[in-house]
């Protein structure tokens, strides 16, 4: 309490005289994390609260120019508390933009608060495609990358270099099967088709089995170019390369896959936002933090072109064509307005390098080619923005 005192203080002797002071609440359900095979670090504890604090300090530089004080509220909801009395409390204390970081149940409990009718929400960490379909909700807006939206990356990049035989292993957990979901659905929308797939069975230990049991395991599996794997938790996927029986590319989960960010982005800038998470952080900058951090930004060129900070007029102007938000992605980004997924380039990686940056060139679009990855006007389910055709 004592620091949260000072730190109030502290901005309010930064704020320039006479300035707008603008209220941004970081709202963040903390879950108990999964157990995984792997003894490796999991998540860090200030996953996606890293991206919007320096994001905040981003935004405070040219604030002080255009006399605004952004002010950012942050309030953590521990496993064992309830998520909805901590969110109407945040909302009744003055909160109307918030950037969340929560699982969809969440999400949506909050975005039908009555409190939060008139309020902006930023989801910046559940990627479920029914949160811009048909769960979707118009005070809502996703920084998060769909899953479609990597596996279409993905797939654009398999159709371009012409592998097109290929094989899938599928985890058992419910995020792997939504994943191969969301890529047997991406091939086939780019005229691609699986050869031969196989669930994972294996629970053993494979830091020490892997050699032997992913040879076999694979050994049956068709002729293929590349091997796709869905483990979007890390259980067995990083034990998959190197011990397959036909001497295979991997990608999916593992090898090259699609990210919103990692910190092997470089380019157009990016080197510098790395680097100055680095400093405040003292980690990489990953695709939550980078959700978050995008999420703050959009507010901050929103409120500066538009005008004001009134949540709706903010919302309005996000969904319009006049917004264009710098990312260090090579292009701006913006939001669809039939979904409010905001829609992005997307870094096609290995652990040490970007491999290509999607959309492709080839795959076109007759408005803008970002659309070419993940849902589509015409394929929308989403009915609350009002903007399907």
């Known amino acids: ?28 359900r903390q879950i108990e ?6 003894n490796l670090a999991g998540d860090p504890a200030d996953l996606g609260l890293g991206g919007a604090r320096l994001s905040l300090a981003d935004i405070a530089t040219t604030g002080k120019f255009l006399k605004i004080d952004w002010q950012l509220h942050e309030t953590i909801v521990a496993p064992e508390e309830d998520f ?21 149940a969440d999400l949506l409990a909050l975005a039908d608060l009555p409190e939060a009718r008139g309020a902006l929400i930023f989801n910046t960490a559940a990627p479920e495609p029914q949160l811009r379909a048909e769960d979707c909700r118009a005070n809502v807006l996703h920084t998060l990358p769909t899953t479609a939206m990597r596996t279409d990356a993905l797939a654009q990049q398999l159709r371009a270099k012409r592998w097109t035989d290929l094989a899938l292993i599928t985890g058992p957990q419910p995020e792997d099967q ?67 029986w036909a001497p295979r590319p991997v990608a999916g989960s593992e090898g090259l896959s699609a990210k919103g960010w990692t910190e092997v982005v470089e380019d157009y800038g ?6 100055r998470f680095r400093e405040a952080a003292g980690r990489p900058m990953q695709d939550e933090d980078f959700s978050a951090w995008v999420a703050i930004a959009a507010i901050s060129d929103a409120r500066t072109r538009a ?15 006049k917004a264009r938000i710098a990312a260090f992605l090579g292009q701006p980004v913006s939001f669809r307005p039939w979904d409010g997924q905001m829609r992005q380039p997307m870094p096609l990686v290995t652990d040490r390098a970007v491999v290509a940056m999607a959309p492709l060139e080839g795959f076109l679009h007759q408005t803008n080619e970002l659309d070419t990855l993940g849902t589509d006007r015409p394929e929308t389910l989403c009915k609350a923005f009002g903007a399907n055709p």
């Open 178 to 244: 939504a994943f191969a979901a969301a890529l047997k659905a991406s091939l086939t929308k780019f005229g691609l088709s699986l050869a031969g797939e196989k669930d994972w069975p294996l629970s053993a230990d494979m830091r020490r089995s892997g050699a032997a049991e992913v040879p076999l395991f694979t050994q049956d599996l068709p002729e293929h170019d590349v091997l796709l794997v869905a483990d979007e938790r890390g259980d067995f996927a990083r034990y998959i390369p190197f011990n397959t």
């Open 33 to 38: 994390a999964p157990p995984v095979l792997s």
């Open 270 to 275: 990016a080197a510098q936002l790395q680097l």
């Open 84 to 104: 909805l009395t901590a969110a109407k409390k945040t909302l009744s204390e003055g909160a109307r933009v918030l950037i969340v970081r929560a699982p969809a």
């Open 1 to 28: 309490m004592k620091n949260l005192v000072a730190s109030a203080a502290l901005m309010l002797a930064c704020a320039p005289l006479g300035a707008e002071t603008i209220r941004l609440d970081w709202l963040e």
């Open 307 to 321: 005008g004001t900070a009134d949540p709706e007029t903010l919302r309005s102007f996000l969904i319009s064509d």
